[in-house]
């Protein structure tokens, strides 16, 4: 058992009084929208599910995910709302907080594989959790409606491969309810159970592009 799931598995199921619950909010600057596409999302906010099994451990938590163009905010807690870890991305680099202590790095990726022995690929997921796919993803299966059922990244020896397993609407937009990635004995399962697209204030509103009800996600 690698240290993120002693650490999880702690946070589970023992209560830990010198931590305080979490509650997220994406920066001030930003008002929720209601788009026709995902693509037309300046930034968003999602909340969900996060199920993680590899070879040695399997664990799930509840998922926070902000993302905007320059930055990725993406906070893991337990059912009770204590954050077990919390990666920040910007152009500054990338800063994990995990059981009271802080790491940096100039790569997130390599710096989440480092210190809990599991990785994400942070760089594509945005595009997958909203139902596209890189320049360089490889489509494999398409649906009736042509949204993606399964791709995978263009790499010549174990690329990460995505399953969109089902479909919802929110804010406005169509998007996947649930998908599976996968790379070698890493699977992640990500569940959306809530997506917001989000618009800066004084921004212009264009074409397939309303304001929305005020509001924010929180864990």
Known sequence: MNHFTKTASIFFFAMCILLQACSTRPPQDLVNVNVNHVSLAYAWEMQG????RTEQDKFSTNLYWLHTPTRDRITLTTMLGTTVLSLTR???GSTLQLDGNTYQD???QRLLARLTGWSIPIDTL???ITGQVSATDVVTKRDDAQRPISAHTHAATSPWQVQFKSWQQQSGAELPRLLDVNKDSIRLKIQVSQWQALAPKDNQITN???IATEGTLSE
Do not use: N, R
């Open 126 to 128: 945005p595009l997958w």
């Open 106 to 108: 100039s790569d997130p």
């Open 49 to 52: 599910k996060l199920a993680v």
């Open 208 to 210: 397939g592009v309303a």
């Open 90 to 92: 910007d152009p500054s």
